[in-house]
């Protein structure tokens, strides 16, 4: 089973600021198959880039995604207040979907 | 837009079942997609638990495979999960979700609210 590392664990920042969140695989992920979601406190997650480096629908451009193999990276390049929530990213492999165990994006 | 609604019971005893339902509307459950389980354990991270193709097809996690079976009716336009021998450590929110093909990966972009269940005495 492939195993997802996010870090940091927690990332405090102000709005306005830039945000980098990683990802990495303990072996390597298709780009094709890795995906970041976006959860707030009390709602289900939302899809925010697939294949690495696409956004969804109604995904906003300061979202984005890059990486390759086993090092993935989710930037947001300016942050809105609505962005503090916890990041996930999820891989599948071998009929089979992991998690990240997340990173929280708390206002600095 | 395809909705989601998870339904079922929010308590059950240990060593139990649990049993839930997820109601599709605004499309078809027998679209080109999977339908999916995903929990998370309160104050934790994510996990998936399986997920079924309309014809039957299903995959399972598996850490979870030896007490999960997923099953669809598309009569109703409903899929649901079945988790034996549940214990405290099942104790989650539950999620009904779709993987949608984006290309050729598939991701769960439309996700139900979510149902806590509880396993107590």
């Known amino acids: 089973e492939i195993v997802l590392t996010q870090s940091p664990g927690t990332l405090s920042l102000s709005p306005g600021e830039r945000a980098t969140l990683s990802c990495r695989a303990s072996q390597s992920v298709s780009s094709t198959y890795l995906a970041w979601y976006q959860q707030k406190p009390g709602q289900a997650p939302r899809l925010l880039i697939y294949g690495a480096s696409s956004r969804a629908t109604g995904i906003p451009d300061r979202f984005s995604g890059s990486g390759s193999g086993t090092d993935f990276t989710l930037t947001i390049s300016r942050l809105e207040p609505e962005d503090f929530a916890v990041y996930y990213c999820?891989?599948?492999?071998?009929?089979?979907?992991?998690f990240g165990q997340g990173t929280k994006l708390e206002i600095k | 837009q395809v909705q989601l609604q998870e339904s079922g019971p929010g308590l059950v005893k240990p060593s139990g079942t649990l049993s839930l339902t997820c109601a599709v509307s605004?499309?078809?459950?027998?679209?080109?997609?999977?339908w999916n389980w995903v929990r998370q354990p309160p104050g934790k991270g994510l996990e998936w638990i399986g997920e079924?193709?309309?014809?039957?097809?299903?995959n399972y996690n598996a850490s979870l495979k030896s007490r999960v079976s997923i099953s669809v009716d598309k009569s109703k336009n409903q899929f649901s999960l079945t988790l034996t021998s549940v214990t405290v450590a099942d104790t989650a929110v539950y999620y009904c979700a779709r993987g949608f093909y984006y290309g050729s990966g598939c991701y769960h972009d439309s996700w139900g609210q979510g149902l806590l269940v509880t396993v107590s005495s």
């Open positions: 605004g499309g078809s459950i027998s679209s080109y997609n999977w």
């Open positions: 999820q891989q599948y492999g071998s009929s089979s979907y992991t």
């Open positions: 079924i193709f309309h014809n039957g097809d299903t």
